[in-house]
């Protein structure tokens, strides 16, 4: 236990002792807080907030450690509602700790631009963690934070001074343990051994159809224990003192990440519903003024007394104190560690160098073919040296997507500075992990499965573009070029699929030197993710486009590859990836009055301005075909009513790639026959 751990439990114990005659009274309004929400929007969700009070009680009103006038201060605990449907629980205690987020806000619960939506949103309300919306992925996203401060205690404390020693705390309930996601965070927790981690579990025995008992008859504690969890009950799950009782026992264990499951009722305070299936919805509304009254709230809506007031400007008064003390402790090792102080500072300000591209290797033109995820091995590596808060992962495949940080060690028990993460096969975890790491603030993440996989992680991908999480992915063996493994391994619809999801960039490089553009813009973009679809096959250098054309037209989506020749336009052909090849091949048989456009990315090249993009696509110039090597619908935009595409609109099949490819009509002969028909 840290120095600063201690204090802070010193002064909890010596200041203030749980004041379970006030938290209650705190608890019966925040009850009443949400009630009031509810009923006004006629919308959300009762069950939690009711049900769970006494432990938002216990952690804002006595253990958690923040402090609400600075909501982003490195070292506070995190707190993550999983069950995020449950947004007022989280709202309402917010308002009483003392956050931005005042009463108005409350009163506009589901409002049009209010800090208070629905379910929690990252970065719309002061004290929100993570975007929460689809049940177990708080679980995943509360695993990444504390792989990530771990990672931070390692990287940046000190024998002298200690910076970070902070818990990451969840709250979930049946849902969220239900979910795949969980199940599968929850295991890496337990091999990680994450005691900075601690996990309550609403057991209330409800879901949304029915009781619990319809879907579930196993003993979740046992599963948790077999994990390697730490397992505590607390059968009267709205008594404080057992819940304070087994959160100081979590908070001081070693060795285990952390499950306290709590038998509430949910509901509590509206007896008409309590207990069921009705809780979990608004149905209990109708009933909100006779529980209010039963309650002992007063006729006035959105009420907080006085004396819940004054404890918690009082309980905050402590915590400011806690986090004065540290703030000593830090500003001594910043003058004591100014290059660890420079690092720490560039991640949390997502600091990204002007001149990655000089970082990355050059290959000479007489580079044999190569696939992309081998160039992108080679590009990682080399970024990773310079850049040291890069971190990458692989779902027990870094053998195929080549994605490993030499010389940088991996993420355990006994190497917690270590670079590469072992996420198991758990593609849905990795991809909740990552964005943990990125809700955390400080390191890079990056994580690489197969494209055909990326099914599997495609609600955590969903919530980075959400969020606006700076992670990237690494997608190998992106097309039917798979070859042997056949149509299970081939994502033909995969990279249009990535494409449809808004804010996510997709960039699907041609050749080793795109490559190096595509991480130099993965890195470089820090208000979302990036996926990076690579191939498995080997596909040629393009020496005949210059280099800096290629990695810069990777930095805007797309780019003129090769200009028409006689002095005139007449056709242009389009392309990505490992499709490049064939539209320059075919360009140099159809002679004159052709221009090549490569179109890595779609997303980088339509928000790049008009003017550019009409210099690369001019508008008048409607004869266009396209080439890729999937599904065919979004390159319309591209190519226009007059335009054709070449692409596969069906499976695949399992045989050698390129006979796949010769077979679906993806080569240089069928681009050259059908461009002949546009000309």
């Known amino acids: 236990m840290s120095r600063y751990t201690q204090f802070l439990i010193n002064l909890l114990s010596s200041n203030m002792s749980l004041n379970t005659k006030l938290l209650a009274q705190a608890s019966t309004e925040a009850r009443g807080l949400a009630m009031d929400a509810v009923a006004a929007c006629k919308s959300g969700h009762l069950g939690l907030p009711l049900g769970c009070a006494e432990i938002g009680a216990i952690l804002y009103g006595h253990a958690l450690r923040v402090n609400p006038d600075e909501p982003k201060w490195i070292n506070r605990d995190r707190f993550v509602l999983s069950a995020g449907h449950g947004s007022m629980f989280l709202y309402s205690w917010l308002n009483l700790a003392g956050y931005d987020l005042s009463i108005e806000e409350l009163k506009r619960f589901r409002a049009l631009h209010s800090k208070t939506p629905g379910h929690p949103e990252f970065g719309e309300t002061p004290g929100v963690e993570a975007t929460t919306g689809p049940l177990g992925q ?101 008594d404080m003192n057992a819940l304070m009782a087994a959160y100081d026992k979590a908070l001081k264990a070693t060795g285990a990440p952390q499950l306290i499951i709590c038998k509430t009722l949910i509901g509590k305070g509206i007896p008409e519903v309590a207990g069921t299936a009705k809780a979990h919805g608004e149905s209990g509304v109708k009933f909100v003024d006779a529980a209010r009254k039963a309650l002992g709230l007063p006729a006035d809506k959105f009420y907080v007394s006085t004396e819940v007031r004054s404890y918690f400007a009082e309980h905050k008064k402590n915590l400011k104190a806690a986090y004065q003390k540290w703030q000593a402790t830090f500003d001594a090792w910043q003058k004591a560690n100014p290059d660890k102080a420079a690092l720490l500072r560039t991640g949390l300000d997502h600091v990204v160098p002007v001149n990655l591209c000089d970082d990355c290797p050059v290959y000479p033109d007489n580079t044999a073919p190569m696939a992309t995820r081998k160039a992108g091995s080679d590009v990682l590596n080399a970024l990773a040296k310079k850049q040291p808060l890069v971190i990458s992962g692989s779902a027990d495949l870094h053998g195929s997507t080549l994605n490993y940080i030499k010389d940088a060690g991996d993420f355990d028990t006994d190497n917690r500075a270590g670079r590469n993460i072992h996420f198991g096969i758990r593609e849905h975890a990795m991809g909740a992990i990552m964005n943990g790491f990125a809700y955390h603030g400080i390191f890079r993440a990056s994580g690489a499965t197969f494209l055909t996989f990326a099914d599997y992680m495609r609600p955590s991908i969903r919530l980075a573009a959400l969020a606006k999480l700076p992670v990237f992915y690494i997608f190998t063996h992106d097309s039917v070029g798979v070859g042997e493994d056949g149509p299970t391994h081939q994502p033909v619809e995969l990279v249009s699929a990535l494409r449809c999801i808004p804010g996510l960039d997709v960039i699907r490089p041609g050749d080793p030197e795109e490559t190096a553009g595509a991480f130099v813009a993965a890195l470089d973009r820090t208000n979302g993710p990036t996926a990076l679809c690579l191939t498995r096959q080997a596909i040629p250098l393009q020496p005949s486009i210059p280099l800096h054309w290629r990695r810069g037209g990777v930095l805007s989506g797309g780019y003129v590859a090769q200009y028409e020749k006689g002095g005139f336009l007449n056709l242009i052909l389009l392309a990505s990836g490992s499709e490049l090849q064939h539209a320059i091949n075919a360009a140099g048989q159809l002679g004159n009055g052709v221009r090549v456009v490569s179109l890595p990315c779609f997303e980088r090249f339509e928000r790049m301005p008009w003017e550019y993009r009409e210099s690369i696509l001019p508008s008048w110039c409607k004869k266009r075909v396209a080439i890729e090597a999937g599904v065919t619908g979004l390159w319309h935009k591209f190519v226009g009513p007059e335009g054709k595409i070449i692409g596969i609109d069906r499976f695949g099949m399992s045989a050698p790639g390129e006979q796949v490819m010769k077979e679906l009509g993806i080569t240089t002969e069928r681009l050259v026959e059908v461009a002949r028909t546009v000309m």
């Open 138 to 238: 708080g679980i995943g996203n509360a695993v990444g934070m504390a792989m990530s401060a771990k990672m931070a205690e390692a990287r940046f404390n000190t024998p002298t001074h200690t910076i970070f020693d902070h818990h990451v705390v969840a709250l979930c309930g049946d849902g969220c343990m239900q979910e795949g996601v969980a199940s599968e965070a929850a295991a890496l927790a337990g091999r990680q051994k994450l005691d900075n981690l601690i996990l309550f579990y609403d057991s209330n025995d409800v879901t949304l159809d029915a009781m619990a008992s319809k879907t579930q008859c196993e003993d979740t504690g046992a599963r948790f224990t077999a994990y390697g969890w730490a397992v505590q009950t607390v059968k009267e799950g709205n």
